[in-house]
């Protein structure tokens, strides 16, 4: 066992991991965290390679699969590249298995103009949101815009994911 006093800080940023991959904690106790990022995500089961910002549905030869329907209700999360927590950590890898967030913050692959606070849905593309209409079942609502975008072009735009 071992005590330390005061604080365990590291020479340099993203210099010292806490544990290993082959040697994990059991448990840890405290009052507080921080996270650079803002997404809660666990992997999945992918049935193709996906890129961060990919809009996905349950369902597919795997656990998910890109949406590909407008407003489809099975919507799940968002791909995300960076997660600040990495739920189901150990399940294979970004290829096969990447980490799908469904909460907090995440960048988001959106077509056509929206304003801040536009609730979103699944496109017709493959893997990519549009505002929602108001005729769009409450159910296919995975995210609420966080900025503006007024291009119709397909980029990616921080959104709130699971807000309705």
């Given at each position: 066992a071992q005590t330390h006093q005061g604080d365990l800080k590291p020479s340099a940023n993203n210099t010292i991991n806490l544990g290993a991959t082959n040697a994990r904690y059991n448990n840890i106790y405290g009052v507080s965290t921080s996270a650079k990022y803002a997404d809660i995500a666990e992997r999945f089961a992918a049935d193709t390679p996906m890129d961060p910002g990919t809009i996905v549905a349950l369902g597919g030869v795997e656990e998910i699969t890109k949406t590909a329907e407008k407003a489809d209700e099975n919507v799940f999360g968002v791909i995300s590249d960076t997660?600040?927590?990495?739920?189901?950590?150990?399940?294979?890898?970004?290829?096969?298995?990447?980490?799908?967030?469904?909460?907090?913050?995440?960048?988001?692959?959106?077509?056509?103009?929206v304003a801040k606070g536009d609730r979103l849905v699944s496109s017709d593309i493959p893997g990519v949101a549009v505002?929602?209409?108001?005729?769009?079942n409450w159910k296919s609502t995975f995210g609420r815009a966080l900025v503006s975008k007024t291009t119709e072009e397909v980029d990616k735009i921080t959104i709130a994911i699971g807000v309705k």
């Open positions: 997660p600040a927590f990495r739920m189901n950590d150990g399940a294979g890898d970004d290829t096969t298995h990447p980490f799908v967030a469904f909460s907090g913050r995440v960048l988001c692959k959106v077509k056509g103009p505002k929602a209409d108001p005729n769009d």
